[in-house]
Every structure is written in structure tokens, then in C-alpha cells.
């Protein structure tokens, strides 16, 4: 049996020999003593969507045993606006198979991600990242399956423009565009690597379609896919990525924006979510070389829940200005093949049976090779304003529900859509079609209708809901004033 070869990957998998699953906190106080470790960093995921630091110096073993067995008090009146300061005190418990060497630090440095506990020592039942464990479990109790995910993640990097520059892309043609004509590549493979080496596993970077000049500063379109996992997996991944990201560009001189909408007529950057659901390794999304019912009934249920997912996946008032005809983004609730004008889109997925290679490679041998693994459903709407954990979550209760629901294939037959959406030619095919909510409040009204799906089996407490609710609500959407 081949040795397996760890490479440009997170420095604890290397040390140790081992995936990050199997990290105990033996592991990583063996790592912090003898790569000589000076501050471990608690992270924790807050009401903001960004990540909060704890540092801790490590003076001794007996210190560090206590902080990585106890955890710390942390004030949850600062991080969640639902918390009241009268009884504020959580407790932040870090994650041993997060653990990674932080690349910005300049003492060395273990970071950990964080879950929250309340007085009693039970997970903060409104916490984000709890939700979603429990609709990952409840999703496997409920279907005997596994629900996976990957995420693209875009965002423009903003920069200083060159008025000399010889190479110029024409405004929003920037579409996989390669060096000398894009300015930023470098800068993308550097976060790419370093997202790599602290463990989040990456498909692959490119520049999107969004480019312009405004003002003397060059606005680059990039875009970093990941993998699917497990969602925990995930949402991690996500949270992490955004943080190497925002560094980087700190070091560099370079903002970024992950911002839905940052100009009228220029493309927004969303954050795509595939999925995939697995039974015993096996993609449960295809069956004899064809779209699965299992996937069309997955479709179902996102169509149905697609309304409310919103209320997860968009949560600040721009989102709502890049969910608009003619900006390559979803504005009504369908599903298709490999049609990007629709919400819900089933991508190429190597059901072909044929090696493609071979035909190029003439060296290559001919082979059976089965990639069905490799087929997901991509649902369009969410973009980085999203709490990923709760979407995740979502996701996961939609997909169950939709399994499950007696007319599920007659749903998504009848929300099956193979044309434009946004063409006029094509309006009046398309006209019975539902639209995704426009406003934060809007989407607020959608999901206390469909508030009792997401509640069941204990997945999402009442209180996070209303949270979620009031939050949207009282967004002033009416003072928007949209511009760069």
C-alpha cells in the first residue's frame, strides 16, 4: 500500500501523521511543547459574521492543560446582540481538529476555533455552529445518508490601477483571464496557499467575470472553490478562508470586499453553495448514469424552503441588489441543467462513461473510470453576507425535507426550467414562476411562514429564529442609497 504523502497542507496533519479528525488534545499539546508554541489563539465565529481572537501566552504545561481542558469565559452580551448583560458570561471551548499554525503571527502561534456553552455546560442552544450540528445530525438520522458541501467564494480585490498599464481587460470581461492581463493572480495563489496549509481543502482559484477602474483604483474579480465535506467541515473552512484573505490583503496594501454588490452594472460576487449527499461512499445524487430521485427530490425541498433560505444566506440589504435580472445572479425559484440564469443548477457531472483524456493523450490508456462522485447541486442565491453555519444548516433541514415530501418529484418536474430566464424571448414561458424574496424583510416574512419546518426535530430553536427575524426586519431599507 502506498505511504500517503502529506504536502502544502496544515502543519499539525504533517507533524503528527494523522487527519484532523483524529486530533485529541494530546496531539496538540504535544505539537505547542515541542515546535515551541509561544500564544494559543481561541477563535469564535460572532453576530458580525467575522472571527474573534482570545490570546493566550503559554507560560507552562499546567497552563496550557487548563486552557485546552477548561476553556475561558467570554462575554456574550459583545458578541450577540440577543444576549443581555444581566446574564452574559459564556464559555468558549476550542475544537482540537481545527487547530492550525497561524501564517500572520509573528511568535509562534496555534490557533483553534471555538464552540460556545452555556451556565449549565450544554452548547449555547442559539449558537450558529451548534445549529448546524444538529441539522447534520438529524439530516443522517432522518434520511441514513450524509449531507456534504462546497462553496465558491467570491470577493474583489481593490487595488492601486496603472495608468500605464499596457494590458486591459474590457469592463466585466475578467472571466478566467490570465496574467499580464489581471493583476491579482499572484496575490490569489499566496491565499491559496496559505488556506491550504492550515488545512482547508481547495478545488481550485480563478478571476471572475467583475473588472473595472474607478477613481485610480482597479476592482479584480477572484474566485476560490473548495472541496466538499462535511458542512462542520465546511463552515470552517469558510470562516477561515475569509480571515487568511482580509490578512493578506492588510500585508499587501490591498482592500477586498466580499460585498454582494459594490457597483450598479458591475457583476456581484455571490457564494455559491454545492451539494451532495452520500450513502457508504457513494454519490446518492446519481443512479444509473442520470439525475437520481433522491437528488430530484433534494431539489424539491430547496425549491420549497428557497424563500426562507434567504434569510440565512442573504442578511444584509445589498444582498437584495444582487438578485436582479441580467447580473448573472438567481432572481426567480426554478432549477436546471447546467443553466446559470436559474437558482438551483445541475452542473456537468462526468456521467459521460467516456475518457476524455485518452482521446487527447493517445499515451493514455483506455479506462472504465467512474466519476460520478464528482456530481453536485449548486444553489445560486446565498452570498458572504450569509450566516454559513445557519445556511448550512438550512440546506441540510431543506434537502431532508425535500426527501420526504410525498410530492417531491412532481415539485421539481414542475420547477424544471431549460431556458434564459432573464431573456425576454422566454418571459412568457417562465411567467409562472415564483421570485425569491427583494428585502431583508421580505425574506424575514418567508421564514416565519416556513418558521415549523426548521424547528422540527430541534434543529433550530424558537429564539434563534425570532433573532434572525428581528434582525431583518429592522434593517432601514428605505435609506439605501447604492452607488460604488
Same mark, same amino acid.
Given at each position: 500500500?502506498?505511504?500517503?504523502?502529506?504536502?502544502?497542507?496544515?502543519?499539525?496533519?504533517?507533524?503528527?501523521?494523522?487527519?484532523?479528525?483524529?486530533?485529541?488534545?494530546?496531539?496538540?499539546?504535544?505539537?505547542?511543547?515541542?515546535?515551541?508554541?509561544?500564544?494559543?489563539?481561541?477563535?469564535?465565529?460572532?453576530?458580525?459574521?467575522?472571527?474573534?481572537?482570545?490570546?493566550?501566552?503559554?507560560?507552562?504545561?499546567?497552563?496550557?492543560?487548563?486552557?485546552?481542558?477548561?476553556?475561558?469565559?467570554?462575554?456574550?452580551?459583545?458578541?450577540?446582540?440577543?444576549?443581555?448583560?444581566?446574564?452574559?458570561?459564556?464559555?468558549?471551548?476550542?475544537?482540537?481538529?481545527?487547530?492550525?499554525?497561524?501564517?500572520?503571527?509573528?511568535?509562534?502561534?496555534?490557533?483553534?476555533?471555538?464552540?460556545?456553552?452555556?451556565?449549565?455546560?450544554?452548547?449555547?442552544?442559539?449558537?450558529?455552529?451548534?445549529?448546524?450540528?444538529?441539522?447534520?445530525?438529524?439530516?443522517?438520522?432522518?434520511?441514513?445518508?450524509?449531507?456534504?458541501?462546497?462553496?465558491?467564494?467570491?470577493?474583489?480585490?481593490?487595488?492601486?490601477?496603472?495608468?500605464?498599464?499596457?494590458?486591459?481587460?474590457?469592463?466585466?470581461?475578467?472571466?478566467?483571464?490570465?496574467?499580464?492581463?489581471?493583476?491579482?493572480?499572484?496575490?490569489?495563489?499566496?491565499?491559496?496557499?496559505?488556506?491550504?496549509?492550515?488545512?482547508?481543502?481547495?478545488?481550485?482559484?480563478?478571476?471572475?467575470?467583475?473588472?473595472?477602474?474607478?477613481?485610480?483604483?482597479?476592482?479584480?474579480?477572484?474566485?476560490?472553490?473548495?472541496?466538499?465535506?462535511?458542512?462542520?467541515?465546511?463552515?470552517?473552512?469558510?470562516?477561515?478562508?475569509?480571515?487568511?484573505?482580509?490578512?493578506?490583503?492588510?500585508?499587501?496594501?490591498?482592500?477586498?470586499?466580499?460585498?454582494?454588490?459594490?457597483?450598479?452594472?458591475?457583476?456581484?460576487?455571490?457564494?455559491?453553495?454545492?451539494?451532495?449527499?452520500?450513502?457508504?461512499?457513494?454519490?446518492?445524487?446519481?443512479?444509473?448514469?442520470?439525475?437520481?430521485?433522491?437528488?430530484?427530490?433534494?431539489?424539491?425541498?430547496?425549491?420549497?424552503?428557497?424563500?426562507?433560505?434567504?434569510?440565512?444566506?442573504?442578511?444584509?440589504?445589498?444582498?437584495?441588489?444582487?438578485?436582479?435580472?441580467?447580473?448573472?445572479?438567481?432572481?426567480?425559484?426554478?432549477?436546471?441543467?447546467?443553466?446559470?440564469?436559474?437558482?438551483?443548477? @445541475?452542473?456537468?457531472?462526468?456521467?459521460?462513461? %467516456?475518457?476524455?483524456?485518452?482521446?487527447?493523450?493517445? *499515451?493514455?490508456? +483506455?479506462? #472504465? &473510470?467512474?466519476?460520478?462522485?464528482?456530481?453536485?447541486?449548486?444553489?445560486?442565491?446565498?452570498?458572504?453576507?450569509?450566516?454559513?453555519?445557519?445556511?448550512?444548516?438550512?440546506?441540510?433541514?431543506?434537502?431532508?425535507?425535500?426527501?420526504?415530501?410525498?410530492?417531491?418529484?412532481?415539485?421539481?418536474?414542475?420547477?424544471?426550467?431549460?431556458?434564459?430566464?432573464?431573456?425576454?424571448?422566454?418571459?412568457?414561458? @417562465?411567467?409562472?414562476?415564483?421570485?425569491?424574496? %427583494?428585502?431583508?424583510?421580505?425574506?424575514?416574512?418567508? *421564514?416565519?411562514? +416556513?418558521? #415549523? &419546518?426548521?424547528?422540527?426535530?430541534?434543529?433550530?430553536?424558537?429564539?434563534?429564529?425570532?433573532?434572525?427575524?428581528?434582525?431583518?426586519?429592522?434593517?432601514?431599507?428605505?435609506?439605501?442609497?447604492?452607488?460604488?
Amino acid at each position: 500500500m502506498a505511504e500517503k504523502i502529506f504536502t502544502n497542507t496544515n502543519d499539525l496533519v504533517a507533524f503528527l501523521g494523522k487527519e484532523p479528525e483524529q486530533f485529541t488534545k494530546a496531539d496538540v499539546r504535544d505539537f505547542i511543547v515541542k515546535n515551541k508554541i509561544e500564544f494559543v489563539n481561541f477563535m469564535y465565529f460572532a453576530a458580525d459574521h467575522k472571527l474573534k481572537t482570545l490570546n493566550f501566552v503559554i507560560t507552562n504545561e499546567e497552563y496550557l492543560n487548563s486552557i485546552l481542558t477548561f476553556g475561558e469565559r467570554v462575554d456574550g452580551s459583545s458578541l450577540f446582540p440577543y444576549i443581555e448583560a444581566s446574564s452574559s458570561d459564556l464559555y468558549v471551548l476550542p475544537r482540537f481538529c481545527t487547530a492550525f499554525v497561524d501564517p500572520f503571527a509573528i511568535r509562534p502561534t496555534l490557533c483553534m476555533l471555538c464552540s460556545f456553552f452555556d451556565r449549565n455546560g450544554n452548547l449555547l442552544e442559539t449558537s450558529s455552529e451548534y445549529t448546524m450540528q444538529k441539522a447534520d445530525r438529524s439530516f443522517t438520522e432522518q434520511t441514513g445518508m450524509t449531507f456534504e458541501a462546497m462553496v465558491e467564494l467570491e470577493y474583489y480585490v481593490i487595488g492601486q490601477a496603472e495608468t500605464s498599464d499596457a494590458f486591459i481587460v474590457p469592463n466585466q470581461k475578467g472571466y478566467h483571464e490570465s496574467s499580464p492581463y489581471t493583476r491579482f493572480n499572484e496575490f490569489r495563489k499566496e491565499c491559496m496557499a496559505h488556506i491550504a496549509r492550515v488545512g482547508g481543502t481547495i478545488k481550485y482559484g480563478h478571476n471572475e467575470v467583475g473588472n473595472f477602474t474607478y477613481e485610480g483604483k482597479i476592482y479584480e474579480q477572484n474566485e476560490i472553490e473548495f472541496l466538499p465535506a462535511r458542512v462542520q467541515k465546511t463552515a470552517d473552512s469558510m470562516l477561515i478562508a475569509q480571515w487568511i484573505i482580509r490578512n493578506l490583503a492588510y500585508q499587501r496594501g490591498l482592500d477586498i470586499t466580499f460585498a454582494p454588490k459594490i457597483s450598479t452594472g458591475k457583476a456581484g460576487s455571490g457564494m455559491h453553495v454545492h451539494t451532495r449527499i452520500v450513502k457508504e461512499g457513494k454519490n446518492q445524487y446519481i443512479s444509473e448514469e442520470k439525475l437520481s430521485d433522491i437528488a430530484r427530490k433534494t431539489i424539491a425541498g430547496f425549491i420549497t424552503l428557497a424563500p426562507s433560505l434567504t434569510a440565512f444566506g442573504n442578511m444584509r440589504p445589498s444582498s437584495y441588489m444582487r438578485l436582479v435580472p441580467h447580473q448573472e445572479a438567481p432572481t426567480n425559484v426554478c432549477w436546471g441543467d447546467s443553466n446559470r440564469s436559474v437558482l438551483i443548477r @445541475v452542473p456537468l457531472g462526468w456521467t459521460t462513461k %467516456t475518457d476524455m483524456s485518452a482521446k487527447i493523450n493517445p *499515451l493514455e490508456q +483506455q479506462l #472504465n &473510470i467512474n466519476a460520478e462522485y464528482k456530481q453536485t447541486i449548486e444553489i445560486r442565491s446565498p452570498d458572504a453576507t450569509a450566516d454559513i453555519y445557519l445556511l448550512l444548516a438550512g440546506l441540510a433541514v431543506a434537502a431532508a425535507y425535500g426527501i420526504q415530501m410525498p410530492d417531491g418529484l412532481d415539485i421539481a418536474e414542475k420547477s424544471y426550467v431549460d431556458v434564459n430566464i432573464h431573456s425576454e424571448e422566454h418571459k412568457e414561458e @417562465v411567467r409562472y414562476l415564483k421570485h425569491l424574496p %427583494t428585502s431583508c424583510r421580505e425574506s424575514a416574512t418567508k *421564514l416565519n411562514e +416556513q418558521r #415549523n &419546518i426548521y424547528q422540527a426535530n430541534d434543529v433550530f430553536c424558537p429564539k434563534l429564529i425570532e433573532d434572525i427575524i428581528h434582525l431583518l426586519e429592522n434593517y432601514k431599507e428605505e435609506k439605501m442609497n447604492f452607488g460604488l
